[in-house]
């Protein structure tokens, strides 16, 4: 890990998700359950 990066920053937009897409979701359900952290770096 590079010396002072202890973690992702997140996007900005992450509250619009929560907004914008229904609980009952499929890709929100998908996204709950699936653990990949690969995807996001």
């Known amino acids: ?11 900005p937009y992450m509250a619009l998700y929560d907004l914008v897409v229904p609980k ?3 890709l929100r359900k998908m996204n709950e ?6 995807c996001y770096a």
């Open 33 to 38: 359950q699936v653990d990949c952290p690969l």
């Open 1 to 11: 890990m590079i010396k002072g990066q202890d973690s992702i920053p997140l996007s």
């Open 24 to 26: 009952d979701n499929m």
